[in-house]
């Protein structure tokens, strides 16, 4: 009951206005070269969230701060492609877009997107997401996309736009906001790991925030791809249970196979570049 009830307050926390934490302030140390990225970053996510939200970010950073093996250009990418994530495209995010092009009329005002359900769902506050995302699981709903109409035509398309958009403030509520920020987090420890165990791979484990973009099923999709090489590839390298001297360009080669709803063919991929590694006789277990 404890816990329900904190559920409810942070939410009514969360709807009661705008954020009013102190602008974002990046971590003392961070290499001029990354300045730029980083500033990029903190601008796009206050407008993305707001100051607390942006803070997040260089929090974040702030691990990678004098970190032996990142340099200045992979630091720049890890600034970039951070951003970019913790920006992920939803429902409420092309409404807060739509909203600020300029007004037009016919078929121009109108962006039709399609989103499964399960996506538009998981964006609301996970005391109303989840019972809903529960029900359309059972009924066998929540693979089906539904098309979303976002037009700044007119006062009632507006305030549509606005509606949806509103939604922001309660963002770091949603179901989708805890599967991004556990996302993010793997994503980052595997950095991590990879700066560690093999340096040379960093770059490639960087890189592979690439692969998860925009929403719907490409989104789906992407996702899936990338848990596949992270656990068929670079965490058994880690843990030492599999040997490849080049794991950055077993990554690489992974990374661009074709996408397909099971992920036959990259599975069939990282197979094949298992059979050709070396298997250690004594596998180490890693975190």
Not at 2 to 13: A, D, E, H, K
Not at 54 to 79: H, M, N, P, S, T
Not at 114 to 138: H, M, Q
Request: with cysteine; net charge positive.
């Amino acid at each position: 009951m404890p816990g329900f009830i904190n559920v409810i307050r942070n939410t009514l926390t969360e709807l009661a206005g705008p954020d009013q934490s102190a602008p974002a302030v990046l971590p003392a140390g961070l290499p001029e070269a990354v300045l730029p990225v980083a500033n990029a970053g903190v601008a796009l996510l206050t407008d993305y969230q707001g100051a607390a939200y942006a803070q997040l970010y260089c929090d974040r950073l702030r691990r990678f701060v004098g970190r032996r093996g990142v340099d200045d250009a992979l630091f720049g990418e890890i600034a970039r492609l951070l951003a970019e994530r913790m920006a992920y495209h939803d429902a409420i995010r092309i409404a807060q877009l739509k909203l600020r092009e300029p007004p037009r009329h016919g078929r121009a005002a109108v962006d039709v997107r399609r989103f499964r359900c399960d996506e538009l769902l998981s964006a609301l506050p996970a005391i109303v997401g989840e019972p809903l995302l529960w029900a359309v699981e059972r009924i066998g709903c929540s693979h089906r996309t539904v098309p979303i109409r976002f037009s700044n035509a007119g006062w009632w398309s507006l305030l549509r736009l606005r509606g949806e958009a509103s939604l922001r403030r309660s963002r770091r509520l949603s179901v989708r906001y805890a599967t991004e920020r556990v996302w993010v987090g793997r994503w980052l420890h595997m950095i991590d790991r990879a700066l560690t165990r093999q340096p040379d791979a960093a770059g490639a484990v960087v890189q592979t925030a690439s692969m998860i973009e925009g929403y719907g099923t490409g989104y789906r999709h992407g996702v899936a791809a990338w848990h596949q090489i992270i656990d068929g590839l670079a965490k058994p390298v880690f843990d030492g249970g599999l040997l490849l001297p080049d794991l950055a360009a077993a990554i690489t080669q992974a990374s661009h196979a074709p996408r397909d709803p099971k992920g036959d063919e990259l599975r069939k991929i990282i197979a094949e570049i298992r059979a050709g590694a070396l298997l250690p006789s004594s596998p180490v277990e890693g975190g």
